[in-house]
Structure formats: C-alpha cells, structure tokens
C-alpha cells in the first residue's frame, strides 16, 4: 500500500487553503526554533567549557543547569543574604529550604 503524502492533496477550499498555509507556517517555526536550540546548546557548551569549572563532569548536571548556576544573578536587591541566592536562581533544594519539610523537586524556573 503505497504512503500518500500531505502535499499530494491539492487544497480545493479556502479553509483546506488556510490549513496549509498554516501547516506549513507552524513547520518554518519549529524548524527554526530547532535551528535556534542547536545554536544557543553549542553557544552554552563553549561558555561553560571557557569557564574552566569542571562542575558539568559530575553526574546529572547538563551544561545549562551548570551555566544557569555560573550565570549573572541579575538584581540581586531581592536578596536579603546569601542564604537566599539559591531560591532567587531557581537553584534551591525545595525540600530542604524554609522550617516547612516539603518532598518537591526543584522547579527549572527562575523566580525573579
């Protein structure tokens, strides 16, 4: 039985044109999105390796979880003590922070 590809229907009506149209738009832009994923893990990759820090080797830690650790703060006014950079980056065991014991994983957010 032979495979009949989508582009082998011609859209007859305007919304058979319109699904096309936006098929094939949300393609460019998954494509592209792609494109840019690949780009922004090489550019993280390069900077984490000129960083010299060996943090990444260990087990579990990806180069954009270690990049996110090594980044910028940012404004760091929020910051009532050191204690609470962890929690501001989004790097904060939620388990173990604050009188409450909670059983969470750590969020990938940055709460800022």
């Known amino acids: 039985m032979r495979r009949v590809a989508h582009r082998d ?5 305007a919304v058979e044109h319109e699904r096309r149209a936006w098929r094939e738009s949300s ?3 998954v ?20 960083s010299g820090t060996r943090c990444h080797r260990s087990s579990g830690i ?15 006014t ?17 388990s173990l922070s604050g009188d409450i014991r909670r059983h969470r994983c750590v969020d990938s957010g940055i709460a800022r």
């Open 62 to 76: 990806s180069d954009v979880l270690t990049a996110k650790i090594l980044g910028p703060p940012g404004n760091i």
């Open 27 to 29: 393609l460019a832009d």
């Open 78 to 94: 929020p910051l009532r003590n050191r204690g609470t950079t962890p929690s501001y980056t989004g790097t904060a065991d939620r």
């Open 31 to 50: 494509r592209r999105l792609d494109r840019d994923l690949t780009i922004n893990r090489k550019r993280v990759r390069r900077a984490v390796a000129a």
């Open 9 to 13: 229907f011609a859209p007859v009506t």
